[in-house]
């Protein structure tokens, strides 16, 4: 968009939602697309730079912090930064040790990752929508999205690899045949080996369509709430400045509550399909 | 919303910060807490058995108390006993010593009486020899009538 001319309602809105999307287009070759069209047609073989860039500080930010805290851990009396962070990591140590019951030393550090690096790119959307974008601009970068959870490629990207994970601790845990009895003997199973043997597909496609919805949901929950919340806040933004408050500040304090709660659940899922891939039957 | 390369670059990421944090972040922090809980654990354990310690040593202090009254009461009686007792003694002696003093009082009074009457009794027969020879107007031979007026004056 043009800063020059003052876009109308609906061009700010499709603005806001674009990223910057860095590619190979068939006509114009290598470089940023300018608008959706140009994105869409970059295919798959194309990345959106912005969710990157703030996604990889975001989670550079958490290791950083944590690991500051980490290395000067006093099991005495502790300091204010080291006295938040036991606050979380307590939090989700307990989360983990009531619902997983396995012994893993993976899960407990993928829970608090999850939770904080989340919890950090939800809260980029009390960032007032326009702030960063319009500095983005002025040094010439045209579109720029700073939620990274609003972008589903990011919340795929998560909860793919979450469910590589389940697959290979059922894999591992209950051995290819468990897992494959697993999927194909529940719920439904008889005595008769006819009829068993009738049930079997049944199952499969029950198991199977639960199974590949785990990741599926786990994205679109996560992607679905802040892109919702984010829409919100661009609408907010097309009110006169005097009135834009009236509205923001409410909708940002309930954000609040949606941004921990939605990386929670991102959290408590994923501990609950860790455990259920480490449960042998 | 075009599904691209970015779930890869972010999944890519994630394995990262997943790999990091397990590495670098969560052991020392969980471990931290693992310790301050087993320090927190040990000083209430000692708490809990300096408070009993103090319990037994105040239970001591009365039993210890209990023995030093009774053997306070008990020297006190003792005390009490034995200044009776030296009172009475000492009555005892001061009424003999009173009596002893009393009697040698009367026998030295008795001698003296003796001894009194002795003199009265040669006064008196000197006295009466005198008398008896100037009734008489004669000598008396005191050594002659010596035998009677020893009668006379036994007689006193």
Redo the contacts between chains.
């Keep these: 968009m043009a800063s020059s001319e003052a876009p109308t309602s609906s061009e700010y809105i499709q603005h806001h939602l674009q990223n910057l999307?860095f590619?190979y287009h068939p006509e114009n070759g290598l470089g940023i697309a300018h608008g959706g069209d140009e994105?869409?047609a970059?295919?798959?073989?194309?990345?959106?730079l912005d969710?990157?860039f703030f996604?990889?500080v975001l989670?550079?930010f958490?290791?950083w912090l944590?690991?500051k805290?980490?290395?000067n851990?006093?099991?005495?009396v502790p300091g204010l930064l080291q006295s938040s962070?036991?606050v979380i990591?307590?939090f989700v140590?307990t989360n983990v040790r009531d619902t997983f019951h396995a012994n893993n030393?993976?899960i407990?550090?993928?829970a608090?990752?999850i939770f904080v690096?989340i919890f950090l790119m939800n809260l980029m959307d009390l960032v007032p929508v326009d702030l960063v974008p319009r500095l983005g601009e002025a040094i010439g970068i045209p579109y720029m999205k700073i939620v990274p959870s609003t972008?589903?490629?990011?919340t795929?990207?998560?909860s793919?690899?979450v469910f590589?994970l389940m697959i290979y601790y059922s894999f591992k845990v209950k051995g290819a045949s468990g897992f494959i009895k697993e999927l194909t003997l529940m719920p439904f199973s008889s005595g008769n080996p006819v009829l068993q043997a009738i049930l079997i597909p049944v199952n499969l496609l029950l198991e199977g369509v639960s199974l590949i919805s785990k990741p599926i949901s786990l994205a679109l929950r996560l992607f679905g709430n802040m892109y919702a919340g984010e829409l919100i806040f661009i609408l907010i933004a097309l009110l006169p400045f005097w009135a834009q408050w009236a509205l923001s500040v409410p909708w940002a304090i309930f954000h609040i509550l949606v941004i921990t709660l939605q990386a929670f659940i991102f959290m408590m899922l994923t501990i609950v399909y860790m455990a259920m891939s480490h449960e042998s039957h | 919303m075009n599904v691209n390369l970015t779930v890869l670059g972010q999944a890519i990421s994630f394995a990262v910060f997943v790999y990091f944090c397990m590495k670098y972040v969560w052991p020392p922090i969980i471990n931290g807490l693992r310790e301050r809980q087993a320090l927190i654990a040990g000083g209430l354990a000692d708490a809990e058995k300096s408070s009993q310690k103090r319990e037994e040593a105040e239970a001591e202090i009365a039993t210890m108390l209990q023995d030093a009254k009774s053997q306070a009461a008990e020297i006190v009686a003792q005390a009490q006993k034995r200044s009776n007792e030296i009172v009475e003694s000492s009555k005892d002696t001061a009424r003999s010593e009173g009596d002893r003093l009393k009697q040698s009082a009367q026998a030295e009074i008795e001698q003296e009486i003796v001894g009194a009457k002795e003199g009265l009794r040669q006064q008196v027969g000197a006295l009466a020899v005198e008398g008896a020879r100037r009734i008489l107007g004669t000598e008396i031979d005191q050594n002659k009538h010596n035998s009677v007026i020893d009668d006379l004056v036994k007689q006193l």
């Design positions: 999307v590619g994105a869409a970059m295919g798959f073989w194309s990345i959106n969710s990157m996604s990889i989670g550079a958490f290791i944590f690991k805290a980490a290395d851990f006093n099991a005495g962070v036991e990591v307590e140590d030393p993976l407990a550090p993928l608090l990752t690096w972008d589903v490629n990011v795929l990207g998560l793919l690899s590589a």
